[in-house]
């Protein structure tokens, strides 16, 4: 992965071993067991094939540079889907 995350979870019922979250859930760009899930989400939504890391390592850009008013799951993937082309 291109940057450091915590690795740990923050709160108390925030279950680092659980990944699997609702459409609705917020998403901690901070904490990288939820950036993983994430990108292998996306890749898994648009079938990617291995391509060395380059499509995960994009969109951990984009995470970055996405408002951080977009939080929820559903609208983080809305997000890249609908910007991909732009970065």
Same mark, same amino acid.
């Given at each position: 992965?291109l940057y /450091?995350?915590?690795?740990k +979870?923050?709160?108390? $019922?925030?279950?680092?071993?659980v990944t699997?979250?609702?459409? $609705? +859930?917020l998403l /901690?760009?901070n904490e990288?067991?939820?950036v993983l899930? *994430?990108?292998n989400?996306?890749a898994?939504k648009?079938?990617w094939?291995p391509d060395g890391?380059? +499509? @995960?390592?994009k969109?951990?850009? #984009? *995470?970055?540079? #996405?408002p951080?008013?977009?939080?929820?799951?559903?609208?983080v993937m /809305?997000? *890249? @889907?609908? $910007?991909?082309?732009?970065y």
């Amino acid at each position: 992965m291109l940057y /450091d995350y915590s690795w740990k +979870a923050r709160q108390e $019922n925030d279950n680092p071993i659980v990944t699997g979250f609702p459409d $609705n +859930a917020l998403l /901690d760009r901070n904490e990288g067991y939820e950036v993983l899930y *994430l990108i292998n989400q996306v890749a898994q939504k648009y079938s990617w094939k291995p391509d060395g890391g380059v +499509a @995960g390592h994009k969109i951990e850009k #984009m *995470l970055r540079a #996405m408002p951080g008013s977009i939080r929820s799951r559903r609208n983080v993937m /809305d997000w *890249l @889907g609908n $910007n991909w082309s732009r970065y």
